[in-house]
């Protein structure tokens, strides 16, 4: 589907590669330009695929489909193998995640790229924006979560914040980057224009006060722990069962709270309105109280043919193997270099019409260095001369 899009891709860690995996899944050919000096943590992030731990899972995941190019950008010669990139093979598309400036520093900012290609596509995706006070600040998810206000009101009365155990600001950043990508593609076939698409995590959270936050904003009141709807403020919520297990009820709606309450039989607890918050305490607790009554798996089969929003929270390998996960393909086998084959979550997007490739997963550093080279005319003599002046860095 994107077939003759060419990005360049300068990110690490989480939220750069997986958009840029997601390009790629959909046809676009992407160069992963990787520093042979700072190495990407992914790539030493267990678990590993191989036994003698030199391929990570998380890097083969974030980096399949990708061609890998090692270069030290600080080194002179770099600069002049990214321009011919841009100039002779058309890499229209360059995605970095480097703190504002940095890029700049390197003669690889937004506006010294423009001057080579002005239809570039630029994409920087950061914690806080390319402008603001907090911009240069250091950070991750837990305080783009923070900063954003969305933790203001995640969690219990007891404990507070809830932690997460998945990078939600780091996804919804990468989603928004692939957004960001695509409508300007769509808008430079329009305008002939070139974009410089700014992504900051921390705005990416913002949204997500659509249902809950708004109060924030239009009335003289503050959202907090265990007051509204999502939060603890209704029956919605996790309920442990007699094995140490949880069953999660997301029924909103007054049809799905009856049919819950009455496989419960506890139908005679609501008789319609609205529940204030000392009954929404007391029948909160007698729902736990008859859930504890019985395993997951009794709760899953009375459960399974009742519209009523309920579902087990399965751990992460009964959620790979479920039904849904399996008839969606959402788990998919990608080819090693070394041989054999990695599973890995599949793109998360649906087509009719196409179907993503998976040609082989993230590979080792450099591997693609001397066909990049020879592909913009220099000569194995020239390779040899650049690698001898350490601008591959360590070769594997």
Same mark, same amino acid.
């Given at each position: ?7 360049? /891709? ?18 676009? /050919? ?41 270069? /030290? ?59 603001? +006070? ?11 979560? #923070? ?21 939600? *600001? ?5 989603? *928004? ?89 506890? /139908? ?9 918050? #000392? ?15 019985? +395993? ?15 579902? +087990?929270?399965?751990?992460? #390998? ?16 990608? +080819? ?61």
């Amino acid at each position: 589907m994107l077939k003759g899009l060419k990005v360049l /891709d300068f990110s690490y860690l989480l939220p750069g590669p997986l958009a840029t995996v997601m390009l790629a899944d959909m046809g676009a /050919d992407v160069l992963k330009v990787e520093s042979p000096v700072k190495i990407d943590i992914v790539r030493l992030t267990p678990p590993f695929v191989d036994k003698n731990s030199t391929v990570s899972y998380l890097h083969a995941y974030l980096n399949r489909n990708k061609r890998s190019l090692s270069l /030290d950008l600080k080194k002179p010669t770099a600069l002049t193998i990214i321009h011919k990139l841009i100039i002779e093979q058309g890499f229209d598309v360059i995605v970095e995640q480097f703190r504002p400036g940095v890029m700049a520093k390197l003669g690889l900012g937004y506006e010294d790229l423009k001057k080579i290609r002005p239809d570039i596509i630029y994409c920087s995706i950061t914690g806080y924006g390319q402008s603001g +006070p907090f911009k240069n600040r250091a950070g991750h998810d837990i305080n783009y979560l #923070s900063l954003s206000g969305v933790m203001g009101y995640s969690g219990n009365k007891k404990t507070g914040p809830a932690l997460m155990g998945v990078q939600v *600001a780091d996804v919804t950043g990468s989603h *928004a980057a692939v957004i960001g990508i695509l409508s300007a593609i769509i808008d430079r076939r329009n305008s002939g224009k070139g974009r410089h698409v700014d992504i900051s995590m921390t705005d990416c959270m913002f949204p997500f006060h659509a249902v809950t936050g708004l109060k924030g904003l239009y009335e003289d009141k503050e959202p907090c722990f265990g007051t509204d709807i999502l939060n603890g403020g209704s029956l919605y919520g996790f309920y442990e069962t007699s094995d140490g297990r949880y069953l999660s009820f997301g029924g909103i709606e007054p049809q799905f709270l009856a049919a819950f309450l009455k496989e419960l039989g506890l /139908d005679g607890l609501i008789t319609g309105g609205i529940m204030t918050e #000392s009954e929404v305490e007391e029948i909160r607790k007698k729902v736990a109280d008859e859930i504890r009554k019985e +395993p997951l798996a009794c709760w899953k089969e009375r459960f399974e043919k009742i519209d009523a929003c309920v579902e +087990p929270v399965l751990t992460v #390998s009964e959620a790979f193997s479920n039904p849904h996960a399996k008839e969606r393909g959402l788990i998919v086998d990608v +080819p090693q270099n070394s041989g054999g084959k990695c599973p890995q979550p599949a793109l998360s997007v649906k087509f009719s019409g196409f179907e993503a490739q998976y040609k082989w997963a993230g590979c080792e550093l450099g591997r693609d260095n001397e066909s990049v080279l020879e592909s913009l005319g220099f000569s194995k003599k020239d390779i040899k001369e650049l690698r001898a002046l350490g601008l591959f860095g360590i070769e594997t």
